[in-house]
């Protein structure tokens, strides 16, 4: 009988360290992936605080005696903070067409640019200048507000000027793939009719001229400059340990006379977020 009860007993215990192995060992799993989460949390906060110090940094040289130094026509350059390397590029408004100022046949030149079919492009130029205007008449091929409401969506038209690029969204016409490529040519922030094409994209020079135009190289030095008191787009890109990634775009007033050198009108880190309209969301 005392052998038998050994006998379970022994059954038991090995039972039992089996048991305790297989806990133990989860928990050690299970430190190693928290362990693993931890250690990419702080990469990431790493890379975004370097992409933010870039921003800074580019902001910093615009307002200082340095400023010349900058080039504005959107070439990447790098800059070294610590032992991380940032990619900076730097535009100005005014390379940009703006949605708000520019002509039906401007609008139409950056919607050429993004790649985006002729017979599309008249309705989505129509349907900018409905969005734009303060009245509730359809241009030819646009949409207004009993439009947007025929098609069941939750807003109307805004009839006034468009606050954000990411507006674009609420239009008819534009996919998520054109509006990918079109942001990077347009800005709210200009109010300029025209574009200076020396600060321009090339491949919205390229349509707009008919003439094929290099990228601008990474030397800073040379063509590519542009007053230093304005509005810049400034785009910072830095790639942390882990592979981490981390990316912002900033839209940004800048004045060396003013009692305010500088205005944040917008700070973006991708993707770009969905928002509603600010008015217009009723019918």
Same mark, same amino acid.
């Given at each position: 009988?005392?052998? %038998?009860?050994?006998? !379970? &007993?022994?059954?038991?215990?090995?039972?039992? /360290?089996?048991?305790?192995?297989? !806990?133990?060992?989860?928990?050690?799993?299970?430190?190693?992936?928290?362990?693993?989460?931890?250690?990419?949390?702080?990469?990431?906060?790493?890379? %975004?605080?370097?992409?933010?110090?870039?921003?800074?940094?580019?902001?910093?040289? $615009?307002?200082?005696?340095?400023? =010349?130094?900058?080039?504005?026509?959107?070439?990447?350059?790098?800059?070294?903070?610590?032992?991380?390397?940032?990619?900076?590029?730097?535009?100005?408004?005014?390379?940009?067409?703006?949605?708000?100022?520019?002509?039906?046949?401007?609008?139409?030149?950056?919607? #050429?640019? &993004?790649? /985006?079919?002729?017979?599309? %492009?008249?309705?989505?130029?129509? @349907?900018?200048?409905?969005? %734009?205007?303060?009245?509730?008449?359809?241009?030819?091929?646009? +949409?207004?507000?009993?439009?947007?409401?025929?098609?069941?969506?939750?807003?109307?038209?805004?009839?006034?000027?468009?606050?954000?690029?990411?507006?674009?969204?609420? $239009?008819?016409?534009? @996919?998520?793939? #054109?509006?990918?490529?079109?942001?990077?040519? +347009?800005?709210?922030?200009?109010? =300029?009719?025209? *574009?200076?094409?020396?600060?321009?994209?090339?491949?919205?020079?390229?349509? !707009?001229?008919?003439?094929?135009?290099?990228?601008?190289?990474?030397?800073?030095?040379?063509?590519?400059?542009?007053?230093?008191?304005?509005?810049?787009? /400034?785009?910072?890109?830095? #790639?942390?340990?882990?592979?981490?990634?981390?990316?912002?775009? &900033?839209?940004?007033?800048?004045?060396?006379?003013?009692?305010?050198? *500088?205005?944040?009108?917008?700070?973006?880190?991708?993707?770009?977020?969905?928002?509603?309209?600010? #008015?217009?969301?009723?019918?």
């Amino acid at each position: 009988m005392n052998a %038998r009860q050994n006998g !379970m &007993a022994l059954v038991v215990v090995l039972w039992l /360290i089996v048991l305790l192995s297989m !806990m133990a060992a989860g928990h050690t799993r299970g430190t190693h992936v928290d362990t693993q989460l931890a250690s990419r949390q702080v990469a990431v906060a790493q890379a %975004r605080g370097y992409a933010e110090a870039g921003v800074n940094h580019a902001l910093l040289m $615009l307002l200082s005696d340095k400023g =010349r130094d900058v080039p504005v026509d959107g070439r990447i350059f790098g800059v070294a903070i610590d032992d991380t390397t940032v990619t900076l590029a730097v535009r100005s408004a005014t390379g940009l067409v703006d949605l708000n100022a520019a002509s039906p046949d401007l609008l139409d030149s950056a919607l #050429e640019a &993004a790649g /985006i079919a002729e017979a599309k %492009r008249r309705p989505i130029v129509d @349907a900018i200048l409905d969005w %734009r205007d303060g009245d509730d008449l359809r241009h030819l091929d646009g +949409v207004e507000d009993q439009d947007y409401i025929a098609a069941g969506l939750p807003w109307t038209s805004r009839d006034g000027r468009f606050v954000a690029v990411d507006e674009l969204r609420y $239009l008819p016409g534009i @996919a998520q793939a #054109e509006f990918e490529r079109l942001a990077p040519l +347009v800005t709210v922030h200009s109010k =300029r009719s025209s *574009l200076d094409l020396e600060l321009a994209p090339p491949i919205l020079v390229e349509v !707009m001229t008919g003439e094929r135009v290099e990228p601008a190289s990474q030397d800073t030095t040379g063509s590519g400059r542009g007053p230093q008191s304005g509005t810049f787009h /400034i785009y910072a890109t830095v #790639e942390a340990g882990s592979g981490a990634v981390a990316a912002i775009e &900033a839209v940004v007033t800048t004045s060396r006379s003013s009692k305010e050198p *500088l205005i944040v009108h917008e700070w973006r880190e991708p993707p770009r977020q969905v928002v509603p309209p600010l #008015e217009g969301a009723d019918g």
